[in-house]
């Protein structure tokens, strides 16, 4: 069954994804959507190194809900910096020390961040082991790497790297 269906949940999130890019709910689409969720999963399965596992769903569940609320907060607070004037950030490198080890829960890291309006991985240290970000705001860059830790790091180690890890 894994050789036919490699990614079960990748297949299903790309049908939704397709359904929601079309706008519209037909049988057409969702056979077309459902056919693209299995064929790009199929196609693609011998570049994913590991399999994906997601150890906590409800953590998965919460943290989709942090994320998206930090992207309209985000989006408010960089449209408010702009409206105030240049002259008025305070831009800043900030390193993280990441205690993630896998690639694909540090890939997932790096893109929320990137994704979060006002911030921007912009390196990753060779040892993975560090990540560098760029923020448009801060006056406090301690308190900028709790928050990433906090809100970010710790609820993708619970779901995709366990407790025990």
Do not use: C
Request: cysteine-free; glycine content about 4%; overall charge positive.
């Amino acid at each position: 069954m894994r050789r036919l269906l490699p990614h079960p949940l990748l297949t299903v999130t790309l049908t939704v994804l397709w359904l929601l890019l079309v706008n519209q709910l037909s049988a057409g689409q969702l056979v077309l959507g459902a056919l693209l969720g299995w064929l790009i999963p199929f196609a693609t399965s011998r570049f994913w190194p590991d399999v994906i596992r997601i150890r906590h769903p409800l953590a998965l569940l919460r943290y989709l809900v942090v994320f998206i609320y930090d992207i309209v907060r985000g989006s408010f607070q960089v449209a408010w910096l702009i409206l105030r004037g240049p002259t008025r950030l305070r831009p800043a490198f900030v390193q993280i020390p990441l205690v993630l080890k896998r690639d694909l829960t540090i890939s997932l890291l790096a893109n929320t961040i990137s994704l979060t309006p006002g911030t921007v991985s912009a390196l990753l240290s060779e040892d993975k082991r560090t990540l560098i970000v760029h923020t448009v705001d801060t006056n406090d860059a301690a308190a900028l790497v709790a928050e990433i830790k906090q809100r970010y790091e710790a609820p993708l180690k619970r779901i995709f790297e366990g407790e025990e890890d």
